[in-house]
């Protein structure tokens, strides 16, 4: 978030003012602690300016006092949280200022019966599930376990339960945020359901900081369920799993998550030692979630199999104790990281993030697969195809102009399939710095939705 007209980078009002302020010790220009918020080897993008300054507030009070003198000397301003985005959403662009939220951790408020909690944005949402784990309540998300609360909401994150659970905005009540002039917002109170006013809470979600700083969340959250059950299905190829992760979602047969993993992510997990204790069939996989009553996952279960089986399942296999469970699951868990494992030093990664309905789900990843195999780079493909979005992962090296240019090629003509099969151009980041930013989001608003945007921000 900036102030009108030109930013500066000089820090030095910054601190004077902390000074003056009795928090100096909230400032840090210290060069490695700059870099830390401003770069990350697992992100796929990361911007070439760093901050001139990184601030640790502790309460709304705080970023407000910070963000008026950041106003007043028109140095922009950027919120950090964890610091898990693989998508560059904590770079800042225009240099400035980063806020990071790790000392605003706090759960400020719980209310069971209402089944609401109000909390902090640096509080992760691992620790926030084991903190009220005995209410039999939970947040349904499932990013990073190293994600917070604050960039969840500025993402609008969802990960793996998507398919059942949604995402990070069908679970924010309330917000209060601080405006670029140090303005502090409420945007609705604690009621499930009002109408009264703009929708300001999906005005802010998904905005990633650029219209306001969001200091404190209330959270609506879903009860735990009774039983939860994992199976996996492996199958001869690509378009066969992913037509029949379709049909298991048309089906109308309940699933809480359904993910894939082509051959080549399969392959990498047992190239860095498997997971779970053995080693995975190299073939494309589907992983699938279950959760209800032990009756329900285990019809739910049956059913889903008889669908794989229609596709030419090769294998299919199912727990429903936790540690079998989480053993099936941990492919699915480690498929990043392993591939980033795997990268050649002086590499990049380029992780794309395209979504389209679900009928032409199949299609569309068979044709990035067989674009993307002719680069000659690895490249793999892992998706929460439940909701018909998938992911594909490539890496080259940024200092070889034609690698850069194939790459940038490939990723151009898999957004312009997806946005001519009616879908979109990303589904886990709104609006940050990014290597096609407005390409593709020129292509996929508009001239005048891109209009409307900047009069809004």
Not at 42 to 65: E, G
Request: charged share 20%; net charge negative; glycine share 8%.
């Amino acid at each position: 978030m900036a102030a009108d007209g030109e930013g500066t980078t000089d820090s030095s009002s910054i601190c004077r003012h902390a000074h003056h302020a009795g928090w100096e010790d909230a400032v840090s220009v210290d060069a490695s602690d700059i870099e830390e918020h401003s770069f990350s080897e697992w992100s796929t993008s990361n911007s070439d300016t760093r901050p001139v300054a990184v601030v640790r507030p502790q309460s709304t009070d705080d970023v407000s006092i910070i963000a008026r003198i950041c106003t007043k000397y028109k140095v922009p301003m950027t919120p950090y949280g964890a610091g898990s985005s693989v998508e560059g959403n904590f770079s800042s662009p225009f240099s400035g200022v980063c806020l990071d939220f790790s000392e605003m951790n706090k759960i400020i408020a719980f209310h069971p019966k209402d089944m609401d909690v109000v909390v902090q944005p640096g509080v992760n949402w691992v620790t926030l599930n084991n903190d009220i784990k005995s209410s039999g309540l939970f947040l349904p998300l499932d990013p990073s376990p190293t994600a917070f609360i604050g960039g969840m909401v500025s993402t609008n994150c969802s990960g793996t339960n998507a398919t059942r659970y949604g995402a990070m905005k069908d679970y924010v009540m309330s917000l209060t945020v601080v405006l670029a002039d140090g303005s502090v917002i409420k945007t609705r109170h604690r009621p499930r359901k009002t109408s009264a006013g703009y929708n300001l809470n999906g005005l802010f979600t998904g905005s990633e900081g650029t219209l306001g700083i969001i200091t404190e969340v209330t959270l609506k959250l879903v009860t735990v369920p009774a039983s939860y059950g994992v199976a996996l299905a492996t199958f001869d190829n690509l378009r066969n799993a992913a037509s029949a992760a379709s049909d298991m979602i048309r089906s109308g047969t309940p699933v809480a998550a359904l993910e894939l993993m082509d051959e080549t992510q399969m392959q990498i997990v047992n190239k860095n030692g498997g997971a779970g204790g053995r080693m995975w069939s190299e073939l494309p996989t589907l992983f699938i979630k279950f959760s209800g009553t032990e009756a329900t996952v285990k019809d739910n279960t049956k059913a889903i199999q008889t669908i794989a089986k229609s596709f030419a399942c090769k294998a299919f296999e199912s727990a429903s104790n936790e540690e079998q469970m989480d053993a099936l699951w941990s492919a699915r868990r480690q498929a990043y990281w392993a591939s980033l494992a795997v990268r050649d030093e002086g590499t990049q990664v380029w992780s794309t993030d395209v979504a389209v309905p679900l009928s032409r789900l199949a299609d569309l990843i068979e044709i990035c697969q067989t674009r993307a195999s002719k680069l000659g780079l690895f490249n793999s493909i892992i998706g929460h195809v439940g909701d018909g979005n998938f992911h594909q992962i490539m890496m080259y090296n940024p200092d070889i102009p034609e690698q850069k240019h194939a790459v940038t090629s490939c990723v151009n003509r898999m957004v312009e399939d997806a946005i001519a099969m009616g879908g979109t151009v990303s589904v886990r980041t709104a609006t940050q710095i990014h290597r096609m930013r407005f390409h593709t989001l020129m292509q996929f608003q508009g001239e005048h939705g891109i209009g409307l945007g900047k009069k809004v921000s």
